[in-house]
């Protein structure tokens, strides 16, 4: 029911330059190229969010990211806070990772203290914990404090992903530039992987902001980690984002999980 077989980390032949084995032939987006949607009937519900079927588990593959195999879109939907909005407080944020049909993937919770949060603001180190619908931790965000300027290049931001947690599969990091956000995915051996742009005006009204995924000589476009435009009213009175996360369906399941990291760090 999960549609046609994956291959499993470590057996992708490279198609283009720079990938390692990490290449791919291109595929489109969305839920075409034969993939078979999972049947939507009898899925497990925690907290009345319908998720995504449990896919079996794979050879070789990290357990948990089984799902990704099934899978080439994620959006991410960053949960309200009442006390945030009314006092400005700034909580511990929550984040629901969803397929293409709004079944939930993973459930993302930041961890780290109130002090940190409210005194250090968007550049404040955090852990962020992702379970899947039986309350495993698969994927571990780490992000140390790093100065967010662009005019530091000595101290950019990074981030480090564990699946599971532990053990590190990739990295993002971020590249000096004088005017554009610029990161490089790398794997665990720290081998650049991807490259990923985004715009010089990160900030921009009433439409989504995109941030282009590439290979590594940037001639080609892998995939996309899209900010959503989520209307007036929210983005002016709160701070929770939605975000689109595409990669190509036979990526390898540990660059979609840093992909994931790259858009919390983003």
């Known amino acids: ?8 980390p470590g057996t992708y032949q490279g198609g283009w330059q720079g990938a390692g084995n990490y290449g791919f032939q291109a595929q489109p987006m969305g839920v075409q190229g034969g993939f078979v949607v999972p049947p939507v009937q009898n899925q497990p519900t925690m907290g009345g969010a319908i998720w995504m079927p449990i896919p079996p588990s794979i050879p070789n593959c990290p357990p948990g ?8 879109q994620v959006l991410i939907h960053q949960q309200l806070e009442l006390l ?37 603001g968007p550049s404040r180190p955090f852990t962020i914990r992702i379970t899947d619908n039986l309350g495993r931790e698969v994927i571990t965000l780490q992000r140390p404090l790093r100065c967010s300027l662009c005019c530091c290049p000595c101290c950019l931001q990074e981030l480090e992903v564990q699946a599971p947690p532990g053990k590190t599969i990739g990295y993002v990091v971020q590249n000096w530039h004088v005017c554009l956000p610029k990161f490089t995915i790398q794997d665990e051996k720290r ?40 209307g007036l009213v929210r983005e002016m ?30």
């Open 65 to 72: 990211l089984e799902y990704l195999t099934q899978i080439d």
């Open 191 to 230: 081998t650049d992987i991807l490259k990923i742009t985004g715009p010089c005006i990160v900030c921009r009204c009433c439409e989504d902001v995109n941030f282009e995924v590439k290979s590594l000589d940037e001639t080609s476009t892998v995939g996309k980690i899209s900010k959503q435009w989520t």
């Open 84 to 120: 945030e909005i009314v006092t400005g407080f700034e909580e511990n944020n929550k984040y629901e990772l969803k397929n293409a049909l709004g079944q939930r993937v993973y459930f993302a919770a930041e961890d780290n203290d109130c002090l940190t949060r409210n005194c250090c």
């Open 1 to 8: 029911p999960y549609g046609s077989p994956q291959q499993v």
């Open 237 to 266: 009175f709160t701070d929770a984002d939605h975000f689109g996360i595409s990669f190509p369906m036979d990526l390898d399941v540990k660059m979609k999980a840093v992909m994931i990291g790259a858009c919390f760090l983003i």
